[in-house]
């Protein structure tokens, strides 16, 4: 249990979980994990039969890692110490453990929630579609993302290397669980309301923010790659028909204006792609996201020279329609120009030196991002470096 000055609550709390161990004839302990507490918890816990884990680092998230990594058990179970989770019917978290589950989450939904036991802002808005975001982003089938009830192999767990320190430690457990493949499952919880008399630490709009953010920082594909290849189709799509002459749909004229609009979609989700694939390669490096074979075997089809020439051709294109351009200016004696004719070569012209730079220097960056470090020694000798590139991933970029 994480552990804030919870001396209304943490008593009750601790004797529910030591009465449920007992009572189930399982070998356990229950770990309350301070996180600086001045109201009496540490000592009420331990009163009730709790062994008080101090944890400096403040958050949440560090309180429940803190908690985890001082526990002693094969098995963790972690709820809040607020007297909203019913420490008295665990047994479901258990069984599934015992199956075989790495991570088993609780789902206050289809368990229940108590008349005033969550904000109708977090139970009809923040949790449905924090839960539905992370169901789409990482192929998971968990319905409630947000539930502070849990249960985990401690091995398991640590081997995610967690890092968050707040709330979205939650989401943060399970989009790490899912992205290394293991086994989650789910059970039915409750959910009380609480028996603090001051507000709680959750914060809805900063804590909703930062389990949004941890959600897209760990699925590039829907944050950079999903959302470019839709603007780089639509642009493209509606770009090369409107350079044609206008389009009229529904009674709307779209025009030269939309063929500037479709210039910047093209060039917006081309870079937006450009990220999806920096990301990959930089994350892959890293080790915080697993690699995906479809985009390594991408990446090892593309080379810096490859992109050079790409990049240079369609540069070339830009430029002879910027010549082409400046031969109908000139034809007009550089005066007043038709701007509806000459916007139609002068947009997509200038759309394509923007995606040549973008090529060329993306390439270049590709390459950086793909040279690995490797330090020799020498018997005898001092440590030398040498620089070369990846030939796991981007050997050839």
């Given amino acids: 249990m994480p552990c804030l000055n919870e001396a209304e609550t943490v008593a009750i709390c601790v004797r529910k979980a030591v009465q449920f161990i007992a009572d189930s004839g399982i ?36 309180a429940l890692m803190g908690g985890i990594l001082a526990a002693r058990g094969e098995y963790v179970i972690m709820g809040d110490a607020d007297d909203s989770y019913d420490f008295t019917n665990l047994m479901p978290f258990v069984e599934e453990l015992r199956k075989g589950a790495d991570l088993v989450m609780g789902n206050r939904f289809k368990g229940g929630i108590a008349p005033g036991a969550m904000p109708p802002l977090h139970r009809y808005l923040g949790t449905p579609v924090l839960s539905f975001i992370g169901r789409l982003f990482f ?10 009830l849990r249960g985990f192999r401690r091995d398991s767990a640590i081997a995610l290397g967690l890092q968050a320190t707040g709330m979205e430690f939650a989401s943060e457990m399970i989009v790490k669980a899912a992205l290394a493949h293991q086994k989650i499952s789910e059970v039915p919880t409750t959910l009380a309301k609480d028996g603090r008399s001051r507000p709680p630490h959750l914060n809805t709009w900063r804590d909703g923010w930062r389990h949004l953010r ?24 509606l770009g090369a028909a409107v350079a044609l002459g206008p389009v009229t749909i529904g009674g709307v004229s779209l025009d030269v204006d939309t063929l500037v609009a479709c210039g910047a979609c093209v060039d917006i989700g081309f870079q937006a792609m450009l990220f999806w694939l920096f990301t990959q390669v930089y994350a892959g490096s890293e080790g915080f996201l ?11 089809k593309l080379s810096l020279e ?4 790409t990049g240079a051709a369609v540069g070339l294109a830009g430029l002879v329609g910027l010549i082409f351009s400046l031969t109908y200016w000139q034809g007009q004696s550089f005066g007043h120009l038709n701007y509806e004719h000459a916007l139609r070569l002068m947009v997509p012209s200038v759309t394509a030196l923007v995606l040549s730079c973008q090529l060329i220097l993306g390439t270049f960056f590709l390459s950086i991002l793909g040279i690995k470090q ?13 620089v070369s590139d990846d030939h796991a991933t981007t050997r050839r970029l």
């Fill in 139 to 148: 192929r998971s089938n968990i319905g409630d993302f947000n539930c502070g």
């Fill in 290 to 300: 697993p690699t995906e074979p479809k985009v390594q075997r991408l990446l090892g």
């Fill in 306 to 309: 490859r992109g050079l020439l």
């Fill in 374 to 386: 490797t330090r020799h020694v020498p018997v005898g000798g001092t440590a030398t470096l040498n």
């Fill in 27 to 62: 070998s356990g302990e229950v770990v309350l994990a301070d996180n600086g507490s001045t109201d009496g918890s540490r000592q009420l816990a331990a009163d009730a039969g709790a062994r008080v884990v101090p944890v400096a680092e403040r958050g949440y998230g560090s």
């Fill in 214 to 237: 941890f959600l897209l920082l760990f699925s590039p594909r829907w944050l950079f790659f999903i959302p470019g290849l839709v603007l780089l189709i639509v642009g493209l799509g």
